[in-house]
């Protein structure tokens, strides 16, 4: 059951894992939509203030496409033999379906009005607002599976990493963690780009 969870590209790649992992990214950009959810970054989830529709399908689209960029390249160094294109396109793409939890869980649990509080009392920003015992409850569910899914995420394009350039786990393991780290920092210049009216996400 872990191995599937964490690791199930035994079974699925290629044409399957991006068909799969491109649904994935559409249907959270709309439910990212209608959650005020962003992924602005491979590895960052915020919520903000509503943008088009099209910012959200975006911003999925831009994450898989820097990590492809870097876990490609990153590939093609440590690796001694070749890789499919569609396998490792396929499996990072399949790789961000767990994120699809968030702005589910963002719709039907209380956290606005939390984050609200919070940037007023130690930032000054916004207006005073009250919070509820179910506003905290909320706030700390979402919070927890937000880390949960993020970690669940990371160990999926790891996997996928390692399974696609099959290499040893050591020389994996860095070439991995070098790649995710520059993929981050290029996914977050060109949000930072594609925002010049400055968003602002909580």
Same mark, same amino acid.
């Given at each position: 059951m872990k191995t599937n969870i964490f690791n199930p590209f035994t079974r699925i790649a290629g044409t399957k894992a991006f068909l799969a992992g491109f649904t994935g990214i559409i249907l959270g950009g709309i439910l990212c939509y209608l959650s005020k959810t962003h992924f602005d970054g491979v590895i960052d *989830?915020?919520? &903000?203030? =509503? &943008? =088009? /529709?099209f910012l959200y399908l975006a911003e999925g689209l /831009?994450? *898989?496409s820097c990590a492809l960029l870097f876990f490609s390249f990153a590939g093609l160094i440590i690796s001694g033999t070749r890789f499919r294109f569609i396998d /490792?396109? &396929?499996t990072i793409s399949f790789a961000r379906l767990p994120l699809i939890i *968030?702005? /589910?869980l963002a719709l039907v649990l209380p956290h606005e009005k939390v984050i609200d509080y919070f940037l007023y009392t130690f930032f000054n920003q916004g207006e005073a607002v009250s919070i509820t015992t179910w506003d905290i409850a909320g706030f700390i569910i979402l919070s927890l599976v937000m880390m949960f899914v993020t970690i669940w995420s990371i160990a999926l394009m790891y996997n996928a990493f390692r399974i696609c350039t099959n290499t040893k786990v050591a020389k994996t393991v860095i070439a991995f963690v070098i790649a995710l780290i520059l993929a981050e920092v290029l996914s977050k210049i060109i949000f930072y780009i594609m925002n010049p009216i400055n968003i602002p996400l909580k």
């Open positions: *989830v915020h919520f &903000g203030n =509503t &943008g =088009t /529709i /831009i994450d *898989v /490792i396109l &396929g *968030v702005p /589910i």
